[in-house]
């Protein structure tokens, strides 16, 4: 049997109820040259006889059962290990696809012929409304070209996810790359993959859309908590360590670990109370210690949270975020009170 083009490795976890509409997505794409391994582990949320049922029926569908409850990491590590594809697409149970999306990524790549990592658009869907993803303007800027890392280091300011991109099969084997255990996996596979890729390309269109509030994966390793980030970003600190001529991705890493670790912080639900003291200050602790010799802060209000951060100041950060609070609260009563009919 010949190899697909694109390997989907799908991890059944499935919260919300929304693998169907993942798995209808997929079975819906115009370009057939794909297999998808759903990876079905023992947890709670892994529907097992959902993907067996899809499995019988659609011969692009093949199920992988663990017999352990390991987390998205290991499970994705063992479906890429039966993939058979040139390329590895990651996907969760909350992604769906446009129809034409395979089509578009494989038109693409006919253009380009082989690469390392396709980078391509995505969007996210909440509260009834679509939201752009972030690396649109970036996508755009590397237009045609095929890049590696050192032409185009604004790459590594980029979220690091692992489903808006097409890694190829053999970039994946050749590094051994497997996903740690843990929340936030993704960062040093999708860094790691970006520091050795020699062919990097970019379809600035949507190919995937995000179905949950924000991009954060809400399953981890047994064990895992908000605070594996920062041995992440570690992680790929180390590999930077040891490719110096690569140094002029170092700001770019920066500024989005940095903006990774504050986004987390201040989203409701991530960092505990109690924890909030001991989170900030190991984020302080790392812009101090990854801080790229001149260094630009953003600017605004966001350069003054980093200023902050710098400083391990942490009452006055807190004082700062409930001002602010406090701020937009004041402004929605004004624009309510304009709104108002007059009497």
């Not at 890429?80 to 990651?90: G, I, V």
């Not at 949507?206 to 179905?211: A, M």
Request: net charge neutral.
């Amino acid at each position: 049997m010949p190899s697909p083009l694109i390997s989907v490795v799908l991890p059944a976890y499935d919260q919300q109820k929304q693998l169907t509409e993942c798995l209808d997505s997929l079975l819906a794409q115009s370009f057939r040259d794909f297999e998808v391994i759903v990876v079905v582990d023992r947890s709670a949320d892994s529907p097992g006889e959902l993907a067996d049922s899809y499995a019988a029926r659609h011969p692009h569908i093949s199920v992988l059962r663990l017999n352990a409850a390991v987390g998205v990491g290991r499970s994705r590590n063992a479906g890429a290990a039966h993939a058979r594809s040139e390329y590895l697409l990651f996907l969760d149970s909350d992604h769906a696809l446009p129809r034409d999306a395979f089509q578009a990524l494989a038109n693409r790549l006919h253009e380009t012929g082989p690469v390392d990592v396709l980078l391509f658009g995505h969007s996210r869907r909440h509260g009834g409304r679509d939201w752009p993803g972030s690396a649109e303007e970036l996508l755009s800027g590397i237009g045609d070209e095929v890049v590696g890392p050192l032409e185009r280091p604004e790459l590594f300011g980029a979220a690091p996810l692992a489903w808006d991109r097409l890694l190829r099969r053999e970039l994946w084997t050749g590094l051994a790359l497997a996903f740690p255990d843990g929340h936030y996996e993704e960062i040093p596979v999708v860094h790691q993959a970006l520091l050795a890729a020699t062919r990097v390309a970019a379809l600035p269109r949507e190919c995937v859309q995000l179905r949950r509030r924000h991009t954060l994966h809400p399953t981890g390793s047994p064990g895992s908590s908000h605070f594996d980030i920062f041995e992440q970003y570690e992680r790929t600190f180390e590999l930077l360590d040891a490719r110096p001529e690569l140094d002029a991705v170092r700001p770019y890493l920066f500024t989005r670990m940095i903006r990774h670790y504050l986004f987390v912080f201040d989203l409701a639900g991530c960092v505990p109370r109690a924890e909030r003291p001991q989170f900030f200050h190991r984020a302080a602790e790392h812009h101090r210690r990854f801080l790229p010799p001149g260094h630009q802060r953003p600017a605004g209000r966001e350069g003054m949270k980093f200023s902050l951060l710098a400083g391990g100041a942490y009452p006055a950060f807190e004082v700062a975020k409930l001002s602010h609070i406090a701020r937009g609260a004041v402004t929605g009563q004004r624009r309510r009170k304009l709104a108002e009919p007059a009497a």
